[in-house]
């Protein structure tokens, strides 16, 4: 179908290649397209401060996902327009937008990237629109996009790529030190960390979800890494958090540990990241969890299958942090609870004040 299709979109949106950055002062209007996960959100945050800093006229329009849009939501700077991939939605996104001159386009959705070309070919027609580069098939992509920036992959975290194919499309080489992760949390976001969290005891988060299968331990582990931790640190306590069928996980494996141990109860993302920032360090699965608890300055211990790709593009951001990864392409339940034990040990060392 994309061979098919190819040739007539040529035709249809002329795109050229083009190899001079877009002068900042003239930038009025940015679409970034992002209508995917909670932590894909997360990472993009820096990059939209640098665009806002960098083009001092421009206003950044996002197209979120349900998932992400909550990121944003308290963005006074940012204006939303949720897309959840349905022809309705489509329709209604391109009804807000059709207005809109865009001076730049970012498609920063990797997966699909032909529906993220034809989204910003449709919702901004004028704009320069820019992307990765994809080697093997820039070809293909030059149909949708001006700009396709070399990116070497699984070597920098996903924060400073896209940091990176900002600048490229600037001219403005990015100082990734000015451009933290960072979350804004509304004041409701912080009940359930003040009814949990107690003042003054060190409490450990451990995150027992992810978003695949093969991405999270048993509760066979989990419940041996919290005893691990907290034979090593008798000061400490354990804040579990599951999602979904793990929320029973959460409260079985808090009970088995007597008083030290609680089960977090079910709430937003935002309120999760607001328990995260009154936490010693999070143990977490690759999920958005690790870019949350870097975002508020938490330490991190991440656990990481190698059956994933790209690894380090997802590592926390600004903040200390131990990985620990399975060897070759194995499940994360592979991992024994002994060695995450270690690199928490590892990671309390370098912490002086826990």
Not at 240 to 260: C, E, N
Not at 303 to 313: D, G, K, M, N, S
């Amino acid at each position: 179908m994309r061979a098919i299709l190819t040739p007539l979109f040529r035709v249809l949106f002329r795109r050229t290649n083009r190899s001079t950055p877009v002068d900042p002062a003239k930038v009025k209007r940015v679409l970034l397209l992002r209508y995917d996960a909670i932590g894909d959100g997360i990472v993009t945050l820096p990059m939209i401060d640098f665009i806002l800093t960098t083009c001092p006229n421009a206003m950044v329009d996002v197209v979120t996902s349900p998932a992400n849009d909550q990121i944003f939501a308290t963005e006074p700077r940012i204006r939303r327009y949720c897309f959840d991939r349905t022809l309705y939605r489509y329709v209604a996104t391109w009804w807000a937008l059709r207005r809109n001159r865009y001076d730049l386009t970012f498609s920063l959705v990797i997966n699909k990237t032909t529906l993220a070309g034809w989204l910003a070919n449709t919702l901004g027609k004028s704009a320069v629109t820019v992307t990765f580069e994809h080697p093997e098939r820039r070809h293909v992509y030059g149909v949708w996009f001006n700009m396709q920036i070399p990116q070497e992959r699984g070597v920098e975290t996903m924060t400073m790529m896209q940091l990176r194919l900002a600048g490229a499309a600037l001219g403005v080489p990015p100082q990734f030190d000015q451009y933290p992760l960072r979350l804004s949390l509304p004041e409701g976001s912080h009940t359930i960390a003040c009814q949990v969290m107690a003042e003054g005891r060190p409490t450990v988060v451990l995150n027992l979800s992810a978003g695949n299968a093969y991405r999270m331990l048993s509760e066979e582990r989990n419940t041996a890494l919290a005893q691990q931790v907290l034979q090593r640190h008798p000061s400490w306590h354990i804040a579990l958090i599951g999602h979904g069928p793990r929320i029973a996980m959460a409260q079985r494996i808090a009970s088995s540990l007597g008083g030290r141990a609680i089960a977090i109860p079910a709430g937003s993302f935002l309120s999760m990241a607001a328990v995260l920032q009154r936490a010693v360090l999070l143990i977490s699965p690759d999920t958005s969890m690790i870019h949350a608890a870097s975002a508020v300055g938490t330490p991190v211990v991440g656990l990481y299958t190698t059956r994933a790709t790209f690894i380090h593009e997802w590592m926390p951001y600004g903040v200390p942090f131990e990985a620990v990864v399975t060897h070759e392409r194995a499940d994360l339940d592979t991992l024994e609870p002994e060695r995450i034990a270690d690199a928490v040990d590892a990671l309390a060392t370098r912490l002086h004040n826990v």
